[in-house]
């Protein structure tokens, strides 16, 4: 009974995957039960690295591991003057495999109605600081859609309303309720180049 315990915890922690359900999450510990020495034994050990190594980084957000280093903030080969803010890796990823942009990246982590997410844990502070050490000129506001991400982005916007940055939104073509994930390179183009100034409408 203790090894049928054991899957069901195992199947039950799959199935917390985005896009994974219980039944998808019962063939994948199948495929890994049958495949201990070649996924499980590998995975397992790969994991345990990762929960030990790999954190998010304080200023920017990304992920950085403790033997190299935050990729976003020590890596960077080229000076930018624009910083894209998006709510998760995931949307930053789908930004820089379209080649649209070409700046740097602040990850909020969620927005600010996500639960177990404070407004003090999407480092807003820390873009703050960040256009002032950089000397960034605008500030291009890319989270979702939704309710949740455009509130995010009015409380981003607010707080940097001492700052003499360019604040600007992607505008058409991201659509009502749409994440940046789920969007084509197409969609994205279009959100980028016509991007809207929030400063001079605010005024």
């Known amino acids: ?3 049928i315990s054991e899957i ?19 063939r994948i510990v199948l495929k890994l039960i049958n495949n201990r020495d070649e996924i499980i034994k590998p995975m397992a050990n790969t994991l345990a690295q990762v929960y030990k190594n790999v ?3 304080n200023s920017c957000g990304s992920l950085k591991s403790n033997n190299e280093g935050c ?5 960077i080969k080229e000076k930018f003057d624009k910083i894209c803010v998006v709510e998760d890796i995931a949307d930053q990823w789908s930004i820089e495999n379209s080649n649209i942009y070409k700046g740097y990246f602040h990850i ?3 927005t600010i109605s996500s ?4 407004k003090e844990d999407l480092l807003i502070n820390s873009l703050v600081e960040r256009v002032n050490k950089d000397k960034i000129e605008e500030v291009i506001l890319a989270t979702s859609a939704t309710v949740e991400g455009q509130t995010t ?3 981003i916007q607010d707080s940097l309303k001492k700052t003499k940055v360019k604040i600007t939104k ?5 659509p009502v309720g749409g994440e940046i994930e789920s969007l084509d390179d197409g969609t994205l183009y279009s959100a980028f180049k016509n991007r809207s100034d929030l400063k001079s409408n605010s005024e």
Do not use: D
Not at 10 to 18: A, M, N, V
Not at 115 to 118: E, F, I, R, T, V
Not at 170 to 174: D, E, H, K, M, Y
């Open 115 to 118: 639960a177990g997410h404070k």
């Open 8 to 26: 069901e915890n195992l199947i039950k922690l799959i199935s917390k995957l985005p896009g994974l359900g219980p039944k998808s999450a019962k």
């Open 71 to 75: 990729f976003n903030c020590e890596n």
């Open 170 to 174: 992607l505008a058409q073509g991201l």
């Open 153 to 155: 982005a009015y409380y």
């Open 108 to 110: 909020l982590g969620g």
């Open 55 to 57: 954190t998010r980084c």
């Open 1 to 3: 009974m203790q090894n």
